[in-house]
């Protein structure tokens, strides 16, 4: 495990599932503006030409 990783947090699985997945995105600080992701996204896919 990497020092600068965040040990993960175990999410309780008898919650539901949209339970889940805003205790998921809170744990990896999701944001609403999408700028992470797009952020995130342009260093993975390569631009169409």
């Known amino acids: 495990m990497d020092k600068k990783s965040k ?3 175990v999410i309780k699985p008898g ?3 949209k339970e889940r997945f ?3 995105a809170k744990e ?3 944001d609403e ?3 992470t992701f797009d952020r995130t ?3 993975i896919v390569k ?3």
């Open 41 to 43: 996204i342009t260093k």
């Open 15 to 17: 919650l539901p599932q």
């Open 7 to 9: 040990p993960k947090k």
């Open 47 to 49: 631009p169409k030409p």
């Open 28 to 30: 990896v600080e999701a």
């Open 22 to 24: 805003i205790a998921y």
């Open 33 to 35: 503006t999408g700028e």
